[in-house]
């Protein structure tokens, strides 16, 4: 699987929607998988993201080998750190931590995972990650030990994300956390749109048809649904004809 980016970057010339869904291992049974990999061929999902801000099993590359088995979307890691890396994925969003101030987020990790990454065939694509105010902490929050953006303050979040775009990101991540109460604004998803020109992807705290189609309208190239799945695996059962484009 080759070309990740250019195919995401077709589907945003063309006005083409994209879903991801976000697999986190530690929440993941084994023995279940050929059911959630049904579930994600019957689904929507042009995408699967796999990782977490903390993923303490090892069965990662397992994990991986098994969905391929039976799906033929991309898999893309979202790794919490370096230890998250697996040859047996397409890519990997190589992620710098935009919105917090944190070194470790900011370059330690990505230099860590810099000679594992040499060692693989992942595509590698730099993304700038923004934590955005939810309404809750989040894990991301916890793990970064890093502030979100303040949701009332649009011009921020553009600024932030201007200069992801400025320093070669090619993907920014909007990002309300996983379960947040509240997801990024739409508002905020409409300006940051109106203001760079690489994709965006939306996720945290979408819950329904209702949430992904606003994020779409205001602007997002991609939508990630984790915790929504995660919780009722027939979340996307009624919406196949609806949800994308």
């Known amino acids: 699987m080759t070309n990740i980016y250019n195919n995401i970057l077709q589907s945003k010339a063309k006005k083409e929607k994209l879903l991801a869904i976000l697999l986190d291992p530690d929440k993941i049974d084994l023995k279940n998988l050929a059911v959630l990999v049904e579930k994600i061929n019957h689904s929507p999902a042009t995408h699967i993201f796999i990782g977490g801000s903390l993923v303490e099993t090892d069965i990662l590359d397992d994990l991986i080998i098994?969905?391929?088995?039976?799906?033929?979307?991309?898999?893309?890691?979202?790794?919490?750190?370096?230890s998250q890396i697996s040859n047996k994925a397409d890519g990997i969003l190589f992620l710098?931590?935009?919105?917090?101030?944190?070194?470790?987020?900011?370059?330690?990790?990505?230099?860590?995972?810099?000679?594992?990454?040499?060692?693989?065939?992942?595509?590698?694509?730099?993304?700038?990650?923004?934590?955005?105010?939810?309404?809750?902490?989040?894990?991301?929050?916890?793990?970064?030990?890093?502030?979100?953006?303040?949701?009332?303050?649009?011009?921020?979040?553009?600024?932030?994300?201007?200069?992801?775009?400025?320093?070669?990101?090619?993907?920014?991540?909007?990002?309300?956390?996983?379960?947040?109460?509240?997801?990024?604004?739409?508002?905020?998803?409409?300006?940051?749109?109106?203001?760079?020109?690489?994709?965006?992807?939306?996720?945290?705290?979408?819950?329904?048809?209702?949430?992904?189609?606003?994020?779409?309208?205001?602007?997002?190239?991609?939508v990630v649904i984790g915790t929504a799945f995660e919780k009722n695996l027939n979340f996307f059962l009624n919406l196949k004809s609806n949800i994308v484009n």
């Open 96 to 222: 710098t931590l935009i919105s917090g101030r944190n070194p470790d987020f900011l370059i330690e990790h990505q230099v860590k995972a810099a000679p594992i990454l040499k060692q693989t065939h992942l595509e590698i694509i730099s993304t700038g990650y923004i934590l955005i105010e939810s309404g809750t902490e989040t894990a991301v929050e916890r793990v970064s030990k890093t502030i979100p953006l303040d949701r009332n303050n649009p011009d921020l979040v553009i600024a932030t994300a201007q200069a992801g775009e400025m320093l070669g990101n090619k993907l920014i991540y909007l990002e309300a956390g996983s379960g947040a109460n509240q997801t990024v604004p739409t508002e905020m998803i409409q300006l940051v749109a109106l203001n760079i020109g690489i994709p965006i992807i939306v996720g945290g705290g979408i819950v329904d048809l209702q949430g992904i189609q606003k994020a779409y309208i205001a602007g997002a190239d991609m």
């Open 66 to 82: 098994k969905i391929k088995q039976n799906c033929s979307l991309p898999i893309i890691l979202f790794p919490g750190n370096p």
